[in-house]
T-cell receptor
Framework: LAKTTQPISMDSYEGQEVNITCSHN???????ITWYQQFPSQGPRFIIQ?????VTNEVASLFIPADRKSSTLSLPRVSLSDTAVYYC????????????WGAGTKLIIKP | EAGVVQSPRYKIIEKKQPVAFWCNPI?????LYWYRQNLGQGPELLIR????????DSQLPKDRFSAERLKGVDSTLKIQPAELGDSAVYLC????????????FGNGTRLTVT
């Protein structure tokens, strides 16, 4: 099981771009990288998933270098409503569902 | 589409009492998960179902926890008897099988054992 390391907390300001980096040195060949967002009193919500290079959707981008030992979630022009906990998970959902959830990164956006 | 529905949202019970949580997954999702989340921590998998079969219950404390998924749709997680340490948020999630399909979570049941 690939273990991930991400900052415990970060803060930024409205309108800024926020980058959260996740380290996963022992990522396996078949592993995907998935990010979730969690607000208080809600379940985690899927944000983005990728395998290599760059993935972009309507809410975020995910940058994955060639060695895949880390990944960076990029949130463009954050707002106060982006204050949440962000989890990075690495694994192959098709063969191993015991993905290890760390404590995540608590992102606080200030006005 | 309707999301994962869980009930109740909150439950307060005294220790040694039984408690049950209910989950209705997203229509068409054949995989269902129960997670437990303690304050300040990430979710911890308790059990995973593919259709009506529990394919991974290695993390479920079987002396007091039980789960079922009737007809491969709704699921119930039960604790009997509850202990103080069971206080947590119990999350249900569902997904399609395969393709590294992302999990869709409900908003959980917050259990407080006094």
């Amino acid at each position: 099981l690939a273990k991930t390391t991400q900052p415990i907390s970060m803060d930024s300001y409205e309108g800024q771009e926020v980058n959260i980096t996740c380290s996963h040195n022992n990522i396996a060949t078949n592993d995907y990288i998935t990010w979730y967002q969690q607000f208080p009193s809600q379940g985690p919500r899927f944000i983005i998933q990728g395998y290599k290079t760059k993935v972009t959707n309507e809410v975020a981008s995910l940058f994955i270098p060639a060695d895949r030992k880390s990944s960076t979630l990029s949130l463009p022009r954050v707002s106060l409503s982006d204050t949440a906990v962000y989890y990075c998970l690495v694994g192959d959902m098709d063969s191993n569902y015991q993905l290890i959830w760390g404590a995540g990164t608590k992102l606080i956006i200030k006005p | 589409e309707a999301g994962v529905v869980q009930s109740p949202r909150y439950k307060i019970i005294e220790k040694k009492q039984p408690v049950a949580f209910w989950c209705n997954p997203i229509s068409g999702h054949n995989t269902l998960y129960w997670y437990r989340q303690n304050l300040g921590q990430g979710p911890e998998l308790l059990i995973r179902y593919e259709n009506e079969e529990a394919v991974d219950d290695s993390q479920l404390p079987k002396d007091r926890f039980s789960a079922e998924r009737l007809k491969g749709v709704d699921s119930t997680l039960k604790i009997q008897p509850a202990e103080l340490g069971d206080s947590a948020v119990y999350l249900c999630a569902s997904s399609f099988i395969g393709g590294n399909s992302p999990l869709h979570f409900g908003n959980g049941t917050r259990l407080t054992v006094t």
